[in-house]
């Protein structure tokens, strides 16, 4: 999997290595078990810090994506990330709220939006 982040984003470095990450698991690429890069491996290749690659995993490992362990380092979670459960829904209704405001303000309509929600969604599946 590569990992491409833009230094020069807005958006935090172990935000877009995380999403990165997740989106390695969604398409694929990373499967259940496989082992990750260190992370001194990790930030050494990416020319990041290390603890920026350090948040990024301890945040995957939060939210269910991966395992660290002593000796195995850091794994893609082998029984799989966990599934949608109610704490995970209302965190996306959350998640969503200032995306369909947003929209709103621009005078997106509602099929618009959905539309482009399927889209999305369609490129992972």
Same mark, same amino acid.
Request: glycine share 6%; charged share 30%; net charge negative.
């Given at each position: 999997?590569?990992?491409?982040?833009?230094?020069?984003?807005?958006?935090?470095?172990?935000?877009?290595?995380?999403?990165?990450? &997740?989106?390695?698991?969604?398409?694929? /690429?990373? @499967? %259940?078990?496989?082992?990750?890069?260190? #992370?001194?491996? $990790?930030?050494? *290749?990416?020319?990041?810090?290390?603890?920026?690659?350090?948040?990024?995993?301890?945040?995957?490992?939060?939210?269910?994506?991966?395992?660290?362990?002593?000796? &195995?380092?850091?794994?893609?979670?082998? /029984?799989? @990330? %966990?599934?949608?459960?109610?704490?995970? #829904?209302?965190? $996306?209704?959350? *998640?969503?709220?200032?995306?369909?405001?947003?929209?709103?303000?621009?005078?997106?309509?509602?099929?618009?939006?959905?539309?482009?929600?399927?889209?999305?969604? &369609?490129?992972?599946?």
């Amino acid at each position: 999997m590569i990992i491409d982040l833009d230094l020069q984003s807005e958006i935090p470095i172990y935000t877009q290595l995380v999403q990165t990450i &997740k989106k390695g698991i969604a398409l694929k /690429e990373l @499967v %259940p078990g496989e082992a990750l890069p260190s #992370v001194r491996s $990790l930030a050494a *290749d990416l020319g990041i810090n290390l603890h920026t690659v350090n948040k990024a995993y301890q945040l995957l490992k939060q939210e269910g994506y991966v395992f660290i362990h002593r000796q &195995k380092g850091v794994v893609i979670n082998p /029984e799989g @990330v %966990p599934k949608a459960d109610e704490v995970y #829904v209302e965190k $996306l209704k959350g *998640d969503l709220e200032p995306l369909i405001v947003d929209a709103i303000c621009r005078d997106m309509d509602e099929e618009r939006f959905i539309q482009l929600c399927r889209e999305q969604f &369609k490129k992972f599946r």
